[in-house]
């Protein structure tokens, strides 16, 4: 497939400074900041807690299943619940790499739970799901990083019901064999976050490689031409407005489709710091450089994440790209 045509877009931009956020230089590490602003309104979120929220918490328990919704304490856990999405995660609730900015926790993971595949089917046909998401922790323990697993999920969802399938992969450390395994299986949208500039990675990413997570996406486009490839980006790690165009731009290249883009909220004491808040007004601009890039879909807001309205997203994309 010949690469796609990409629009210039002037990169000369910087964002505006947020009071109490540090400059950055262009080639320097990402900051520390000695303070930030109180959290912007924006961010403030209800707490979770409806009946669907309650009754879906109580499904995932008794079926073992883990969301990447609960370990990564995300702040739209409410609204998504209570729409009857969620992101399973497969593969148990301990990963391999110990990513800066990740709320999930890190270690020695439990032997592969060989069932869960037809659990988490269970869990979607009870639920009515129209669009499933699968993602997982690391497994660099697993042959194949745990693919097999994914190939498992989707093809148990599909044996039940006509739910469109959603996987968030890790980057299975390049290999082409472990992402065949998950393509072959024919999910809908094939996800894998960039989540950072090039600049930042060894920082925030320390097991994972910028270039070959975009080698990933572009494979999965050559070896599935037929279904959508996503991305995603977090701000506020330390990265400059240039370096943000950059990432969007690089994964044109790779001929995703679908990105999404949100503010990173730091877990813990013990994560990344956060370099500074981007305001809605500029979630909305860099909305407009992704459409105008090619993309067919953006998702571009603070509170945006991987999966943050994934239940239309597919629907809008496809209507897009024909």
Not at 15 to 42: E, N
Not at 245 to 252: G, H, I, K, N
């Amino acid at each position: 497939m010949a690469a796609p045509q990409l629009e210039l877009v002037q990169l000369s931009r910087r964002a505006p400074a947020v009071a109490g956020a540090p400059r950055i230089v262009s080639g320097s590490p990402a900051p520390v900041p000695l303070s930030l602003p109180r959290k912007p309104g924006w961010l403030k979120v209800k707490a979770p807690g409806g009946p669907t929220y309650v009754a879906l918490k109580g499904l995932m328990r008794e079926l073992g299943l883990h969301t990447v919704c609960e370990e990564a304490r995300c702040p739209n856990i409410g609204e998504c619940w209570e729409h009857k999405a969620a992101t399973f995660m497969i593969l148990g609730d301990v990963c391999t790499r110990n990513c800066t900015y990740c709320a999930v926790a890190h270690g020695t993971p439990a032997p592969y739970d060989a069932a869960e595949p037809v659990r988490l089917a269970e869990a979607v046909e009870r639920m009515g799901l129209r669009h499933a998401v699968i993602t997982s922790v690391d497994r660099d323990d697993l042959p194949n990083g745990g693919a097999e697993a994914f190939a498992a999920c989707i093809r148990e969802i599909r044996g039940r019901g006509s739910a469109s399938v959603e996987v968030l992969i890790p980057d299975f450390k390049g290999s082409e064999t472990a992402l065949r395994i998950v393509i072959e299986a024919e999910p809908d949208i094939v996800n894998h976050n960039l989540e950072t500039t090039e600049r930042l990675y060894r920082l925030a990413r320390p097991g994972g490689r910028y270039d070959r997570a975009l080698e990933l996406l572009a494979r999965a486009r050559r070896m599935a031409p037929h279904a959508l490839t996503k991305s995603g980006i977090i701000l506020g790690l330390g990265e400059e407005w240039d370096e943000i165009v950059l990432c969007l731009r690089d994964l044109r290249r790779s001929d995703v489709n679908i990105v999404t883009l949100g503010q990173y909220l730091r877990p813990s004491d013990g994560h990344l710091p956060i370099a500074r808040y981007y305001t809605p007004d500029e979630f909305a601009e860099l909305r407009e450089i992704g459409l105008r890039l090619g993309f067919a879909h953006v998702e571009s807001s603070p509170l945006t994440r991987s999966s943050y309205h994934a239940w239309s997203q597919i629907d809008q994309a496809r209507g897009a790209a024909r």
